[in-house]
Nanobody
């Protein structure tokens, strides 16, 4: 069974930082594009960032550009989302996702996801 496991969520004050990890088991992450999504209470799930499987190109939604950084460590089979200058509006459950499509992550965002993680809560509050 393919698994994606997120970790690193928690409570942080506005302006603070968190680093999320997405670890894969039973499959090799470098064969997949990887995305991070989030869902706030009462809102639809939205794509936050992604990294392509082939050349590690990245995409970010406008609201997190300059604050979030996605990266991958193929040796550790893990993808990271570093989040800085966090704002209350970043509060959400963050999900890791994987897609087999070669163009899963493109300049226009994230395509259809094949696998989802269970999510990790990020709360930004004073």
């Amino acid at each position: 069974q393919v698994q994606l496991v997120e970790s690193g969520g928690g409570l942080v004050q506005p302006g603070g930082s968190l680093s999320l990890s997405c670890a894969a088991s039973r499959f090799t992450l470098d064969n997949y594009g990887i995305g991070w999504f989030r869902q706030a209470p009462g809102k639809e799930r939205e794509g936050v960032s992604c990294i392509s499987r082939s050349d590690s190109r990245t995409w970010y939604t406008d609201s997190v550009k300059g604050r979030f950084t996605i990266s991958r460590d193929n040796i550790k089979n893990t993808v990271y989302l570093q989040m800085h200058n966090l704002k209350p509006e970043d509060t959400a459950v963050y999900y890791c996702a994987a897609g087999r499509d070669h163009y899963y992550c493109s300049d226009s965002g994230i395509r259809m996801t094949d696998y989802w993680g269970q999510g990790t809560q990020v709360t930004v509050s004073s």
